[in-house]
């Protein structure tokens, strides 16, 4: 009888968790996503991290074009260590 009702306690803890709302979703006003780099930012960044004695590392990200394909386009430049 008792293993009963802990396994009948069980299920109705497991369902009650399994329900739960899921977490709000919020959207920055204004922000319509990351800013495409121009060529002639990315060269400048590049050279300046290789004037520091570091190694430039071009962050992309994947756009779509009207073809239905997806394009890599520089978004960021960090410089690291070598």
């Known amino acids: 009888m008792k293993v009963k009702f802990l396994l009948l306690c069980s299920v109705v803890v497991l369902a009650g968790c399994s329900s739960s709302p899921k977490a709000p979703v919020y959207k920055l006003s204004g922000y ?3 800013e495409a780099m121009h060529r002639n ?5 590049a050279l300046e991290c290789i004037r520091a004695r570091l190694r430039p590392n071009v962050e992309y990200t994947a756009q779509k074009v009207d073809s239905g394909g997806r394009v890599l386009v520089p978004v960021n ?3 690291e260590p070598y």
Do not use: M, N
């Not at 930012?41 to 960044?45: I, L, M, R």
């Open 77 to 79: 430049v960090h410089c």
């Open 32 to 34: 319509t996503g990351p």
């Open 41 to 45: 930012e990315v060269v400048q960044a």
